[in-house]
């Protein structure tokens, strides 16, 4: 039987009758990232000669619309996509959004703890934008953060990951990256920020802080941002347009480990003495 | 160039005066007479004296590393002695306070020069500071040298904490230094070993000891090392095997 068929739908057209009908072809379309998805099933072990010769001649098109199982392959697929994008990417500057930062930190903290590489990540907060929102209004102000997230796309390498944070927040993770690379990285960004058109006339800089999560930082995700932005606003205090850090080793330094315990001196002590007066009475 | 996978020590004490210097500068002597390609450093930034032990005059320091554009291979200077060594700068107060970006500036040009040696040491300033944690991390051998004293034996149990507690480190190797013989030294490190098992929870590594002798001060007021001049005193001998044992670190 020289049939195009779709599977179980229990309804089979000849394909020239199917092509015959002019109002069936109309090309259904997706919009994912405006590529255009064409979708066409036939199964061409099941077609006459003549038939193929007609699929053949034909560009690509939806034969049956009303077909239940087609449509819905395809409307899922749209949905998908449009969902993932929703999702992950962030509308206005195409980089990732914070749902997707949170995802992924959590894929690099594991991989630092299984490699013993440190990652870093950088949270960037700019400093005067609303500036621009309050006096050149809010297109100019989503123009210049389209060209800040393009200028940050252009800084980091091609491992990082970048992400909008919201409003004029920016991240990005550096996976198997040291601090002092970073801080590289950042002080790079910095300086193509004043160089964005506009920038300077605003008086729009960065304020950057950097965390650097390493095999023994005892961290979670949230901590790790919390680290993070509490450097960035470090830098913000000091003045802006200018780079912080914190690390386990300033956390350290700012709450102190437990010094060395009365108990312990007290151990270290006793055995002294035993030391000096065995020394002693050896005549030494 | 031939790239080595340099073995790097870091050698601190907590307190000072407990002969950080000494030990590196002779234990570096017999590493390079066992034939290994020996490099020393001076990681005590602010208050540096291997220059002053060696008799050298350096023309740069770290410091030129750190605040100028000066090339670490220019820094590191051959000695007489058979290893290569690189000075830091005495009394510059700023590098006392060396912000965290300019210790890895150091450690980025160390990790550079290093792979052209078999070993390197770095004599790490006394104290805790910022700078001798991260040195100590920077290397994967730590060695903690003490002495009988009270206060140099909880300096060095509080410098040995800090590092497990900061960096995770719990493999430390003890030098006991000035010891009265081998059997007060063995009693000095399994005490403090003791200690370090009961509140820490992991053993130490025993390294040796050096006994006390007064070819030691003599040595070191003529600026000389034990090997060229005291080679088979007791001092000497104890370098030797404790030179003995790094090599096997390799």
């Not at chain 2, 290569?84 to 020069?113: C, R, T």
């Not at chain 2, 040491?121 to 944690?133: K, M, P, Q, R, Y």
Request: glycine share 6%; with cysteine.
């Amino acid at each position: 039987m020289n049939r195009a068929s779709l599977p179980d739908n229990g309804q089979t057209s000849t394909i020239a009758e199917i092509l015959s009908k002019k109002d069936l072809e109309v090309p259904l379309l997706s919009s994912i990232k405006g590529s255009k998805l064409k979708v066409m099933i036939i199964l061409l072990d099941n077609l006459s000669p003549y038939e193929r010769q007609i699929v053949e001649n034909t560009p690509h098109r939806v034969i049956d619309l009303e077909d239940d199982l087609l449509k819905k392959i395809v409307e899922l697929q749209e949905e998908n996509a449009h969902l993932r994008s929703e999702a992950l990417i962030d509308n206005l500057t195409e980089l990732y959004n914070s749902r997707f930062l949170h995802v992924q930190l959590e894929t690099e903290m594991a991989r630092t703890r299984r490699t013993g590489l440190s990652c870093c990540l950088l949270m960037i907060d700019l400093d005067n934008f609303k500036m621009i929102n309050d006096t050149r209004g809010h297109l100019e102000g989503d123009r210049f953060l389209t060209h800040v997230a393009q200028t940050f796309s252009q800084c980091v390498r091609t491992v990082d990951i970048v992400c909008r944070y919201g409003g004029d927040e920016f991240v990005a993770i550096l996976p198997s990256t040291r601090l002092f690379v970073a801080i590289r990285i950042a002080n790079r960004f910095k300086k193509a920020v004043s160089e964005i058109p506009g920038a300077t006339g605003y008086n729009v800089s960065a304020s950057i802080g950097i965390a650097e999560f390493t095999v023994s930082s005892p961290w979670d995700a949230k901590e790790f941002i919390q680290a993070a932005d509490s450097a960035m606003y470090e830098a913000k205090h000091k003045g802006g347009n200018q780079v912080s850090t914190k690390g386990h080793y300033i956390i350290r330094l700012n709450t102190g480990f437990e010094s060395v315990s009365p108990e312990e001196k007290e151990a270290i002590s006793s055995i002294h003495d035993s030391t000096q007066r065995q020394g002693e009475s050896d005549g030494i | 160039m031939e790239y080595k996978h340099p073995v790097i020590t870091s050698i601190s004490s907590g307190k000072g005066g407990v002969g950080k210097t000494f030990v590196s500068v002779n234990i570096g002597a017999y590493l390079a007479h066992q034939g290994k390609k020996v490099l020393i450093v001076d990681c005590d930034l602010g208050l540096a004296n291997i220059d002053v032990m060696l008799g050298v005059n350096p023309r740069f320091t770290l410091k030129e590393v750190v605040f100028g554009d000066t090339d670490i291979n220019d820094v590191a200077i051959q000695t007489k002695h058979g290893f290569d060594f690189v000075p830091a700068s005495s009394g510059a107060a700023e590098m006392v306070q060396l912000m965290y970006e300019d210790i890895e500036k150091i450690k980025e040009a160390l990790g550079k020069l290093a792979q052209q040696y078999d070993l390197v040491l770095l004599d790490t300033g006394a104290g805790i500071s910022e700078s001798v944690l991260q040195f100590n991390l920077f290397a994967n051998k730590n060695v903690i040298i003490l002495n009988r004293e009270l206060t140099s034996l909880t300096d060095a149990y509080a410098t040995i904490k800090v590092i497990y507690q900061t960096f995770g480190r719990d493999s430390f190797n003890i030098i006991v230094n000035t010891a009265r013989n081998e059997d007060e030294a063995k009693k000095i490190f399994n005490h403090i070993d003791s200690i370090c098992n009961r509140f820490l929870g992991f053993p130490l590594h025993y390294l040796g000891y050096i006994v006390y002798d007064e070819v030691v001060p003599r040595s070191i007021m003529k600026q000389e090392v034990l090997i060229s001049h005291q080679n088979q005193s007791a001092p000497a001998i104890n370098c030797s095997s404790i030179a003995a044992q790094m090599v096997k670190w390799q």
